[in-house]
């Protein structure tokens, strides 16, 4: 399924993104190359932006089901715009003093992050084959954290090592770029492989023997 092959590029690309920071932003935040702040602080800032996270989900998901409403690649639209706008607010994370602007950026980035949550789930079943969405979401799942999430602070480290913790921090940013590139590419061949689901959900059905009582 082409369109499925491009959502796990673009997740993957996404794990890895947040697998890195996630691996090293409270270091950066406690280092004195990064903001130079306190262990409590620099945790407060990435507790209180997990509000920001929990407003991501539940945003992310309405917007998708408003776009769904509006065209067919909704959903598709909707995480690539999470995506595409987790790049400035991620920039501005790691930009910002540490004084209110870096619990502004840190609730903004997280919430940005958030936004494809839900509507990646959703898309994954659209493109599901019959009695297969729970694969489906297996393989994605399984994908986006083995070559995203498990990869991503042994990169970085290694970056940090060579050059420094504030270059490590730059690269998951730009891989956010990419993210929102190869979701852009999935809307190409969404309602194909959407319609060849539902083609495919209808015959199932068709098969279906529904026992009757004989009395």
């Known amino acids: 399924i082409r369109t499925l092959r491009w959502v796990m590029v673009s997740t993957t690309a ?3 993104a947040a697998g890195g920071y996630n691996a090293f932003m409270l270091e950066y935040l406690k280092s004195p190359a990064g903001k130079g702040m306190s262990e409590k602080a620099a945790t407060n800032v990435l507790v209180i932006g997990l509000f920001g996270a929990l407003a991501g989900i539940v945003v992310g998901g309405r917007a998708a089901d408003a776009l769904r409403k509006r065209f067919e690649t909704g959903r598709l639209w909707m995480i690539a715009i999470g995506m595409t706008a987790s790049i400035p ?5 790691i930009l910002a003093p540490p004084n209110i602007a870096i619990y502004i950026a840190g609730i903004a980035t997280l919430f940005t ?4 949550h839900a509507p990646m789930a959703a898309t994954v079943d659209d493109l599901a084959p019959p009695g297969k969405a729970v694969a489906a979401q297996g393989l994605v ?3 986006m954290h083995l070559f995203g999430t498990a990869p991503a602070s ?3 480290g290694e970056i940090a090592v060579r050059w420094d913790l504030t270059t490590a921090m730059w690269v998951p940013t730009a ?3 990419l993210a929102a590139l190869a979701m852009l590419m999935a809307t190409r061949s969404f309602a194909v492989d959407r319609a ?4 495919g959900a209808t015959r199932s059905d068709a098969d279906v023997t529904v026992p009757t009582s004989t009395g």
């Open 196 to 199: 060849a689901a539902l083609a």
């Open 14 to 16: 996404m794990a890895f």
């Open 175 to 177: 891989i956010l770029a």
């Open 154 to 156: 042994w990169a970085l």
């Open 113 to 116: 992050f958030s936004l494809y």
């Open 141 to 143: 799942i399984g994908v």
């Open 89 to 93: 607010t991620a920039a501005l994370a």
